[in-house]
C-alpha cells in the first residue's frame, strides 16, 4: 500500500491511523495545557479560579486599600492645612476691616483745620543790606521794581 501523505489517503480510502498524522481529528478544541501553550483560550469558558490567583487578588486590594489609605491620609492633612490658612486669612481680614473702619471715625472726629490766610504775592521783601538801618539812614523797599523809601 503506498501512502498518500498530502491527503491521508491510502489507495483511495481514508486512513484511519498513518504514523505522520496526529492521533484524533485535527478541528476539536484544544484545552488546559496545550492551549495555554499555543495561546489559544477557548472562547466562551472562564479561567478556573486556583488558590493562588485568589491569594494573590487579595495581596493587590491589600496594596490598593494601603495606596488609598495613604492618600485619605494626605488629603486630610491639605484639608486641615487649607482649613488653618483660611481662618488666618478671615482674620486678617476682620483685623484690616476694623483698622479702616477706626481710621474713618478718627478723620470724622477730626475737623478740617482752618488753612493760614493765604500769603500775599505781590508782597515786599526788603533787601537785606536794606533793612540794617545802621548801614544807610532810610529803610528800602522795592515794589514792582520801584524803590520806595520809609521815613
Known amino acids: ?18 504514523d505522520c498524522q496526529e ?46 489609605e495613604k492618600l485619605k491620609i494626605e488629603i486630610e492633612a491639605k484639608i486641615k492645612e487649607l482649613k488653618q490658612e483660611l481662618k488666618e486669612a478671615e482674620k486678617e481680614l476682620e483685623g484690616m476691616k476694623k483698622t479702616a473702619k477706626k481710621n474713618r471715625e478718627r478723620r470724622k472726629k477730626v475737623t478740617k483745620r482752618k488753612q493760614s490766610t493765604p500769603r500775599q504775592t505781590n ?20 515794589i514792582r521794581g520801584e524803590v520806595l523809601e520809609a521815613n
Open 123 to 142: 508782597r515786599v521783601s526788603p533787601r537785606r543790606n536794606e533793612t540794617n538801618p545802621s548801614r544807610t539812614g532810610q529803610v528800602k523797599f522795592i
Open 1 to 18: 500500500m503506498a501512502a498518500n501523505h498530502r491527503n491521508g489517503q491510502v489507495n483511495g480510502e481514508i486512513a484511519q491511523n498513518v
Open 23 to 68: 492521533p484524533g481529528p485535527s478541528g476539536v478544541h484544544r484545552v488546559g495545557r496545550q492551549a495555554a501553550a499555543e495561546g489559544v483560550a477557548p472562547p466562551t469558558r472562564k479561567p478556573r479560579k486556583t488558590q493562588k490567583s485568589v491569594a494573590n487578588k487579595i495581596k493587590e486590594l491589600k496594596k490598593q486599600l494601603v495606596q488609598q
